[in-house]
């Protein structure tokens, strides 16, 4: 896909992964809509890349379904759509100091994580699927975002690892479902990248993941991703697949 000139949506997009990616994508010319809560973070950076920023629950889906209309009213219908929107909430699911997990955490994660996403890709696949095709009749492409936790979770991430297991896992049929009208469908699992939500933990635990990681030893850059999701949008024949982008760290 040719990215000038088209609508991305991204959820999530005001900090972290979501912003660097809409970093990226409006350099390469495409018209960007930030779907976020956080509009201290989205509205200027909408404004940095001649964007817009819409207030967004992704848990709710009067709120999410209003914020996709309002974004094609203002940049037209979208060809990319990328579901960076998350949270993870590390506790054990149970333990003697604190307790079993409370089940409105659990919950939540599953609303946002899980629910969100695939709520997101019903709402953005509705407003490609009628768009006049490109070349091989594609018509556009969704990305969701998972995490190497869904493959190899640590201690303290049991809802978080299920919640992202389960965006990997419906990867295959999304692009099963959407094939016939054009629209690939592909998830990326992240490592360690450094993010807002990444410095919150304590160093000494992150440090010592990031020396396991086999190479690059280092934090990933979200730019990185930005890249990544520039790459998938522009090949094709990346259709139905979870990239794990981590360094080899397993």
């Known amino acids: 896909m040719k990215l000038e000139g088209v609508a991305a949506f991204l959820t999530g997009g005001a ?18 809509a930030l779907l ?7 509205e200027p950076l ?7 920023a819409i207030e967004c629950d992704v848990a ?22 990328i579901n960076f929107a998350g949270i993870d909430v590390s506790r054990k699911i149970t333990s003697r100091s604190q307790g079993a997990h409370p089940i409105e955490s659990l919950q939540r994660q599953i ?44 201690p303290g991430q ?13 990867t295959l049929p999304l692009a099963r479902d959407l094939a016939p009208y054009g629209i690939r469908v592909m998830t990326i699992a992240p490592g360690f990248f450094k993010t807002p939500l990444a410095e919150t933990v304590d160093a000494k635990h992150t440090d010592k993941l ?5 190479f690059p030893k280092r934090w990933g850059d979200p730019r990185e991703i930005g890249e990544l999701v ?7 024949m990346l259709n139905g697949e979870t990239i794990q982008i981590d360094g080899a760290m397993r």
């Open 158 to 170: 049991s809802a978080y690892a299920a919640s992202k297991r389960a965006v990997a896992g419906a």
């Open 111 to 154: 609303d946002i994580n899980v629910i969100g996403t695939l709520d997101g890709c019903a709402l953005f696949a509705e407003r490609m699927m009628d768009l006049e095709p490109f070349e091989d009749g594609e018509r556009g492409v969704l990305i969701n975002i998972a995490s190497g936790a869904a493959f190899n979770g640590p």
């Open 60 to 81: 709710n889906h009067e709120s999410l379904s209003a914020a996709v209309e309002q974004a094609c009213q203002a940049i037209g219908p979208p060809r990319i759509a």
């Open 36 to 42: 976020d809560r956080d509009m201290a973070l989205a």
């Open 15 to 32: 900090s972290g992964l979501g912003a660097a990616s809409a970093r990226v994508l409006a350099e390469a010319g495409a018209k960007v």
């Open 230 to 236: 520039k790459h998938i949008c522009q090949n094709r």
């Open 210 to 214: 990031i020396s396991m990681v086999p």
């Open 46 to 52: 909408a404004k940095e890349l001649g964007g817009v």
